[in-house]
């Protein structure tokens, strides 16, 4: 069953900031999806994982309702990187609906979605180059 797990790689502070002190201003968010294993075109089974991750800009620090530093939760920053791309509407890229818009949460989701998609049933190929290729001769 495909799992979607968000997690946070990293934060990047500004020691001090409006008075206050290490304040998060961009955290570095991943997106991992896992959906079983998948055997590639020599037979091998891997896990079937895959990927996104960026780099988010925090907004203003409001000194009114400022957690430090030291007491962030991973989920409480997470809430930030989901609140923000719930919010962000960015065209799906959808072949058969060209209109189509998306929040970047469902953005992000679909791509891994899609990635893992494409390991367990691939749609292309990267064959070795036919003159590269040792026929014997």
């Known amino acids: 069953k495909m799992t979607l797990t968000w997690q946070v790689d990293g934060m990047t502070v500004d020691k001090s900031l409006d008075g206050l002190t290490d304040v998060v201003t961009?955290?570095?968010?991943?997106l991992v999806g896992e959906d079983g294993t998948y055997v590639d075109p020599t037979g091998?089974?891997?896990?079937?994982?895959?990927?996104?991750?960026?780099?988010l800009r925090v907004g203003e620090p409001n000194?009114?309702?400022?957690?430090p530093y030291a007491d962030l939760t991973e989920s409480a920053?997470?809430?930030?990187?989901?609140?923000?791309f719930d919010s962000?509407?960015?065209?799906?890229k959808n072949p058969d609906d060209p209109e189509e818009m998306i929040s970047k949460?469902?953005?992000?989701?679909?791509?891994?979605?899609?990635?893992?998609?494409?390991?367990a049933n691939p749609t292309t190929d990267n064959p070795a180059l036919p003159?590269?290729?040792?026929?014997?001769?």
Do not use: C
């Open 26 to 30: 961009f955290v570095q968010w991943r």
């Open 44 to 55: 091998e089974t891997f896990p079937n994982v895959a990927s996104v991750y960026g780099s």
């Open 63 to 67: 000194p009114d309702d400022f957690t």
């Open 77 to 84: 920053v997470l809430t930030w990187v989901q609140t923000k």
């Open 88 to 92: 962000e509407m960015v065209p799906s």
């Open 105 to 119: 949460t469902e953005l992000y989701e679909r791509l891994v979605e899609n990635e893992l998609e494409e390991n």
């Open 131 to 137: 003159w590269d290729e040792d026929d014997g001769e």
